[in-house]
C-alpha cells in the first residue's frame, strides 16, 4: 500500500491554473470537433471530396467512430496524460460532454432525427467517465495494483477491437488494431519484460471476461 501511495505521489505533477484551463478548453473542443464530425460522417458522408471517400471506406472510418474503442482510447490518453486523478475526471468528463452533446445537436438540428435510446447510452458513460478516468489515471504507478488495473483495462479494450472465437480470430477493423496497439503502448510498463507479462495476461483475462460477459461493445 506504502508503494502504491508513493506512486500516487511521484506522478502528480502540479500545473499553473491558467494551464490547467488551457488544457481543459482543448480537450472541451477536441470533444466537439470530434463529435460534429462524427454525426457529418453519419449524415453526409456521401458529400465528402473523393479521395476522402475512398479512404472512409478503406478504413471504414464512419463505422469505427460509432464505436465504442476509439472513444475509450482517447478517454484512455485524456486520462493518464493528465496531471493528477482529479484532473483525469474532469478533462474526461469535458471531452464526453462536447463530444456528446455535439453530436445529438447536430442529429437533432441538422439531420432532423434524435436517437433518444442511443443518447441515453452516451449520456449514462458520460455520467461515470469520470469515475473511470480517476481509476485509469493510477496506472501510471509502477505498484502491483497500478499494473493489475493496467491488465484490467486492456482486457476491456481488447474485447473491444477483436471478435474471436471457435476457429476465427480477426480485429474488428485495421483502425480497432492500430487502437489495441496505441493502447498497449500507452500503458506499457517500464521493462519490455512487464509490457510483455501485461499484455499476455491481458489478453488472457479478456478471453475469460468474453466467456462470462460475451458483449464487445461494436
Known amino acids: 500500500m506504502n508503494k502504491f501511495l508513493n506512486d500516487i505521489r ?34 453526409r458522408q456521401a458529400e465528402l471530396p473523393s479521395v476522402l471517400m475512398a479512404i472512409n471506406e478503406a478504413l471504414d472510418v464512419h463505422n469505427l467512430l460509432g464505436r465504442f474503442a476509439i472513444w475509450v482510447l482517447i478517454a484512455l490518453c485524456i486520462s493518464i496524460y493528465s496531471n493528477s486523478s482529479i484532473r483525469a475526471s474532469v478533462n474526461v468528463l469535458v471531452f464526453f460532454i462536447g463530444m456528446v452533446t455535439s453530436y445529438y445537436l447536430y442529429s437533432n438540428y441538422v439531420a432532423g432525427f434524435f436517437p433518444r435510446n442511443y443518447a441515453m447510452i452516451w449520456v449514462g458513460f458520460t455520467m461515470i467517465s469520470p469515475f473511470l478516468a480517476f481509476v485509469c489515471w493510477y496506472t501510471k504507478g509502477k505498484s502491483k495494483p497500478a499494473f493489475i488495473l493496467s491488465i484490467l483495462i486492456l482486457a476491456v479494450l481488447f474485447n473491444m477491437t477483436f471478435v474471436y472465437g471457435w476457429g476465427y480470430f480477426e480485429p474488428l477493423s485495421v483502425l480497432e488494431l492500430i487502437i489495441f496497439i496505441i493502447g498497449l503502448t500507452v500503458l506499457r510498463r517500464n521493462t519490455l519484460r512487464n509490457s510483455i507479462l501485461m499484455g499476455t495476461i491481458s489478453i488472457v483475462f479478456a478471453f475469460l471476461l468474453n466467456m462470462v460477459i460475451p458483449f464487445h461493445f461494436g
Request: aromatic share 12%; charged share 15%; net charge positive.
Open 10 to 43: 511521484s506522478a502528480e505533477n502540479p500545473i499553473p491554473n491558467n494551464k490547467k484551463i488551457i488544457n481543459t478548453m482543448a480537450v472541451l473542443f477536441l470533444g466537439i470537433a470530434l463529435g460534429t464530425f462524427s454525426k457529418f460522417l453519419d449524415f
